[in-house]
């Protein structure tokens, strides 16, 4: 299949996922080199470059399906409204909902799942954390995301993933049971997730 045949049907293929995902079949979809971003019904999502392999394309679309998760399931005004003044606490907010969201879509659809797990590796690499050494250069909030979906969706983290969240994880409450978890984040709605999440806001690093 020519080039620009294969381009077309990728771009095709994941517009259909992304407005199906997302229940909005009016969602514009548009490909580019930019930043990928997502604002109302209108989504930018990475354009691949050729011959890439499966594991990299996995890893675009999981961006993709990031996008149309957040399109269905997160509510901006209620989460703005509910969101912590503290930054700290902030960061634990917005990556608890990250998390979220991915467990969601890794619930609901295994295809998502493995998508958002490319995604993630890609992610942790670029960020560096495979070069962290030290527990100040590991972010904490981002821990705490990286421990909801270990517990979660039960998979291994990538590599980077795991070092930021060993070096944090005698600080959290890693005895919470998965299933109170799961079913406070998956299956609670809106209100279940903000009570869960709302004692993670509260939580400060014991010494």
Request: charged content about 30%.
């Amino acid at each position: 299949m020519p080039s620009h045949d294969a381009t077309e049907v990728f771009k095709q293929a994941v517009t259909s996922t992304m407005r199906a995902i997302s229940g909005d079949p009016d969602l514009q979809v548009s490909f580019g080199r930019g930043k990928p971003y997502m604002q109302g019904q209108r989504a930018r999502v990475p354009l691949p470059d050729k011959n890439l392999s499966e594991e990299k394309l996995a890893s675009f679309r999981g961006k993709a399906d990031q996008f149309a998760l957040r399109s269905r399931f997160h509510d901006e005004t209620k989460h703005q409204i509910n969101r912590p003044s503290l930054s700290a606490a902030q960061d634990f907010f917005d990556s608890i909902e990250e998390a979220r969201l991915s467990c969601i879509g890794s619930y609901l659809m295994k295809g998502v799942g493995e998508n958002l797990q490319a995604e993630l590796k890609d992610y942790c690499l670029e960020k560096e954390y495979d070069k962290i050494e030290n527990q100040s250069e590991a972010p904490l909030g981002e821990a705490l995301g990286f421990l909801i979906r270990e517990k979660i969706i039960g998979k291994k983290l990538p590599r980077g993933g795991d070092i930021v969240l060993e070096l944090w994880r005698d600080h959290h409450a890693c005895e919470a049971d998965e299933v109170l978890m799961r079913d406070a984040l998956v299956f609670g709605g809106y209100f279940g997730f903000q009570k869960f999440n709302n004692g993670f806001a509260k939580f400060s690093p014991r010494t």
